[in-house]
């Protein structure tokens, strides 16, 4: 079967009206620049059908007639096929084209006409708008339009092929667009510019550049182009993202944004007015939660713009940065979009971005705004676009309680207590609380308080379980025997964490008080004393997690290496709303000594270091030690609390006794708790040793825990603490004759 191909001759030339009648809709204009482009088609046909093209050659494009290599010959430079045909045959008849060129440019100068018409009119044309946001030219404009054509009708893909004298030849090649747009070889070679890798329409990549050619390297002008199936769509009215982004990008709709609680509503006017007048880049940094997503929509819904929000460490994966950050600008221009890049650390090396990748952004049209965890400021950099750092940090007391009680309403439960505890940013209270339904939802009851401080402390940073030991609450104030005046010292230590949003805030302390706004203790005693269940009874008064952290473990005789074991132990503590427990702090704390060598001279910095630290660390750090001489005086200076843990007396020492036997436990009428208090001198610590190992002894036995087993226990204690033994301090009953009742305690 023959095919032909025919070209509609030009009509007469078109009515001029009176006054430009603007475009219905985007689609109209779209179809109206494609019926513009249909008429450079079709005269390309008119003008190859005159050279006598054979469409119905099956075997052309597989091999080369020499009437073809006569033709080629016979071409100027530049020239082939009917790019060569002008208004004339060669002796000089007419062709019947010469009004080509003025219809063309009238539908052209219609087109543009209508196109303003339908700006005034403020009717959105995605073509236009496009065309603006990449700065195209007419020329590139035209191209796009011309590579787009076959994804609208098929029918263009013949027409390619009969002007490339090839049916295989279905899209556009370069060459080919070049013949259609220009009309002298001088012209073409400059337009080729624009389809090489760093031209707009290639380098954005609005169209697609390919080959199906056997070469290695084929040249420029046989290669093929075709627009990118993103921009395909989003032309025809369907906006998204490209596929190659749907793992680390997503599009948001912010027209039905509303305000977040997260946010301080002035602060956030001030933010908004900054972009709108300004239009930067912003450098948002804070840690999770803090709000800066928020911030970025709210900016976006202002200026009625989509928000992209890009996660720059899963864009950058696999070394497919640069391809990424493409399509992410091509698809923010094609969406008009804020930016969001988030992990913006990912791509920080040396505390600053990749030039080319910040280049990029400084020429974005719209509102790009970089979110990380750190602050960063290029260096360097020439350029006429502010790029504006804005701190993100966790609200203070009076901030937290307001977000609190927004999404828990009237609940009837009290915050104030979990709001000064824990130091949390508004998104880390949004997780508590969704975690606290769940804890109520699973058994079934109303919301407590209990479960806001069980998922508080879930949501804290759990990291410093590898550096630390988690020691979980379990004693309570009725199970702790010391003197009156140092639980008194206990009590005013919770007091004062209490007591912190009025005397920081309401009072204004926190204006006085650059640094030492957290709470710091040294619990001195010997051991088995009670400084641990002391600082246990604390943390589940407030509620916080205990980390034990032995200081002897982490002195490293490398230089360097303590400080680094302690900076790591102070920066996970920093979000972890928990209290620190130093034990066998003079391993560090000790006195600084005079500089004999290069050794004292580090050890007194490893002590410089902690006491800054400490004094810049704002929770609870309670230092312990059973030799308070051994400290420095600096560290006193830096102490709230100082609180002896003194040896406890008989009269102490036996109510330790009786507080320490669990009421389930079975005990024999012999158990004289009086007696065991007079005759050994014992701290809490080895108390609950003995009265542990008695029962042991009496459950092996199958009997109630008696005066044999508690002294046969302390006899193994007494071994253990290395004390010499003396048998009447284990004989029992007691010898009846008063003399021998004085035991060398």
Do not use: C
């Given at each position: ?389 804005v701190s993100f940090t966790n609200p ?36 508590a609380i969704a975690t606290a339904r ?300 008063e003399e021998e009742t004085n035991y060398?305690?």
């Amino acid at each position: 079967m023959s095919t032909s191909v025919t070209a509609t001759k030009p009509k007469s030339k078109p009515r001029a009206v009176s006054a430009a009648v603007p475009f219905a809709d985007s689609l109209e204009h779209l179809l109206a620049g494609l019926a513009y482009i249909d008429l450079h088609i079709r005269w390309a046909v008119a003008r190859a059908r005159l050279i006598g093209l054979n469409p119905d050659d099956e075997f052309r494009g597989l091999y080369i007639s020499d009437d073809q290599i006569d033709s080629l010959l016979g071409y100027e430079l530049g020239h082939s096929l009917w790019s060569s045909v002008n208004g004339k045959t060669a002796d000089g008849a007419e062709t019947g084209l010469e009004q080509w060129p003025l219809i063309i440019a009238e539908v052209y100068q219609e087109w543009q006409s209508r196109t303003e018409a339908t700006r005034k009119a403020g009717v959105p044309m995605l073509l236009d708008d496009l065309g603006r946001q990449f700065e195209l030219t007419s020329i590139e404009l035209d191209a796009l339009l011309i590579a787009l054509a076959p994804e609208v009708d098929p029918r263009y893909e013949r027409l390619y092929a009969y002007l490339q004298d090839d049916v295989t030849r279905k899209r556009p090649s370069v060459d080919l667009v070049l013949n259609l747009l220009t009309h002298s070889f001088t012209d073409k070679l400059r337009a080729r510019r624009l389809f090489t890798d760093d031209g707009r329409l290639i380098q954005s990549r609005l169209l697609v550049r390919f080959s199906d050619h056997s070469a290695t390297e084929p040249s420029l002008l046989v290669q093929y182009v075709r627009p990118a199936g993103r921009v395909v769509e989003h032309l025809l009215g369907h906006s998204g993202l490209d596929s190659g982004l749907e793992k680390a990008v997503s599009l948001v709709d912010t027209r039905e944004w509303q305000p977040s609680p997260r946010l301080d509503g002035d602060w956030l006017a001030q933010l908004v007015r900054v972009a709108q007048e300004r239009n930067p880049l912003f450098a948002f940094y804070g840690g999770y939660g803090a709000g800066k997503r928020d911030a970025a929509a709210s900016i976006a819904h202002t200026l009625a713009l989509p928000l992209i929000s890009a996660d720059m460490a899963a864009l950058s994966a696999d070394n497919q940065l640069d391809e990424g950050m493409t399509l992410l600008l091509r698809d923010g221009r094609l969406n008009q979009a804020l930016l969001y890049l988030y992990n913006w650390d990912t791509l920080l090396k040396e505390g600053r971005p990749p030039h080319h990748i910040l280049t990029q952004l400084l020429a974005y049209p719209q509102v790009v705004i970089m979110a990380g965890a750190t602050i960063w400021q290029p260096l360097g950099e020439n350029r006429r676009r502010s790029i504006l750092p804005v701190s993100f940090t966790n609200p203070d007391y009076d901030g937290r309680i307001r977000i609190w009680q927004h999404y828990l309403g009237n609940s009837g439960l009290s915050l104030s207590d979990i709001a000064n505890n824990f130091r949390f940013s508004p998104g880390q209270i949004e997780d508590a609380i969704a975690t606290a339904r769940d804890l109520a939802s699973w058994r079934n009851e109303p919301m407590t308080e209990a479960d806001l401080f069980l998922a508080s402390r879930a949501h804290s940073n759990q990291n410093l379980g590898n550096l630390a030991t988690k020691i979980k609450p379990r004693y309570t104030w009725d199970d702790i025997i010391l003197p009156y005046d140092t639980l008194n010292q206990l009590r005013e230590m919770v007091n004062q964490v209490r007591q912190k949003p009025i005397v920081y805030g309401r009072w204004g302390f926190d204006r006085k008080l650059a640094l030492g706004k957290g709470l710091h203790s040294l619990f001195a005693g010997e051991s088995g004393t009670g400084k641990t269940m002391a600082a246990d009874i604390m943390a589940g008064e407030l509620g916080l997690d205990l980390y034990k952290i032995d200081l002897s473990s982490l002195v490293s005789k490398y230089i360097g290496e303590t400080e680094k074991n302690l900076d790591r132990i102070f920066t996970e503590a920093a979000t972890s709303n928990a209290i620190l427990f130093f034990d066998e702090a003079d391993a560090i704390f000790g006195k600084r000594s005079e500089v004999k060598d290069s050794h004292d001279r580090y050890a007194n910095i490893e002590i410089s270091y902690l006491l800054q630290r400490m004094e810049a660390y704002d929770g609870v750090v309670i230092l312990a030690t059973n030799l308070r001489a051994n400290m420095d005086d600096a560290f006193t200076r830096r102490l709230h609390f100082a609180i002896e843990f003194p040896y406890p007396e008989v009269v102490d020492r036996e109510r330790i006794w009786r507080v320490n036997f669990p009421g389930e436990t079975p005990t024999a009428p012999d158990v004289d708790w009086h007696e065991l208090a007079r005759r050994f001198r014992l701290a809490g610590g080895n108390i609950r040793n003995v009265i542990l190992a008695a029962a042991f002894l009496a459950a092996e036995h199958d009997e109630a825990v008696g005066m044999r087993h508690l002294l046969h226990a302390t006899r193994r204690e007494y071994q253990k603490m290395g004390r010499l033994i003396d048998e009447r301090l284990f004989t029992w009953p007691p010898p009846q004759r008063e003399e021998e009742t004085n035991y060398p305690y």
